[in-house]
């Protein structure tokens, strides 16, 4: 079956530090990839996606590339913010008749210190 | 504005008891889903509907139980055979597959306790 495995964090960093979550994957076929993003007590909003290889998701400083050849699509930002705090979570999505329904990760919380 | 709306979004239940979460979006999307989120973990499909009058089990139905009577509204009840039901819950939906790369939109989340 389809899966996804993410860092365990959490990852405490400085604000301006560089941030890299590490996800790969694991499917038959060609998923779409997400990052969706969750703040304390809320839902979960998606970040960025890519939907087929070489693509590069990208949307407020962070960017992730969907990789073919290692299954792998991490997440980088080059200056984390104290807002940026948050659990992180990789997903992907097969778009198979069984509708579209997402595999997560298992998260991973990043800490940012001022 | 369009979205997903969950309510309530805190809720204590006694042992022994059904509760229902509501969820209702006006996003006219057909498919909705409904996840759990224990702490510190990811999320886990409870059960999913891809058109009104139909719902599949996802991956942890038992204890739970879902109707779809209307595109916009995919209640989640949570009954007393869930051994442990305290948990956050998320409500999502998506767009028809056809042209649709796989995003869900979630609402806010019900955190469900039981004391």
């Known amino acids: 079956g389809n899966s996804v495995t993410q860092m365990e964090g959490p990852v405490t960093l400085s604000e301006e530090a560089f941030l890299t979550i590490n996800c790969t994957y694991t499917?038959?076929?060609?998923?779409?990839l997400f990052w969706y993003v969750q703040y304390p007590g809320e839902g979960l909003q998606l970040l960025l996606k890519?939907?087929?290889?070489?693509d590069k998701g990208s949307n407020k400083g962070f960017e992730a590339t969907y990789r073919k050849e290692t299954t792998s699509f991490h997440l980088e930002k080059g200056s984390v913010q104290v807002s940026d705090s948050a659990v992180y979570f990789c997903?992907?999505?097969?778009?198979?008749?069984?509708?579209?329904?997402?595999?997560f990760g298992g998260g991973t919380r990043l800490m940012v210190k001022p | 504005d369009g979205g997903i709306t969950q309510s309530p979004k805190y809720l204590f239940r006694k042992e022994g008891q059904n509760v229902t979460l509501s969820c209702e979006q006006n996003l006219n999307h057909d498919a909705m889903y409904w996840y759990r989120q224990d702490p510190g973990q990811g999320l886990r499909l409870i059960y999913y509907s891809q058109i009104v009058n139909d719902f599949q089990k996802g991956d942890i139905a038992e204890g739970y139980s879902v109707s779809r009577e209307k595109k916009e509204s995919f209640p989640l009840t949570v009954t007393s055979a869930q051994k442990n039901p305290t948990a956050f819950y998320l409500c999502?939906?998506?767009?028809?597959?056809?042209?649709?790369?796989?995003?869900?939109?979630f609402g806010e989340g019900s955190r469900l306790t039981v004391l």
């Open positions: 499917a038959t076929g060609y998923p779409s």
């Open positions: 997903a992907l999505s097969m778009n198979n008749n069984a509708g579209n329904m997402l595999t």
């Open positions: 999502a939906s998506s767009k028809p597959r056809t042209g649709n790369t796989g995003e869900l939109f």
């Open positions: 890519a939907t087929k290889a070489d």
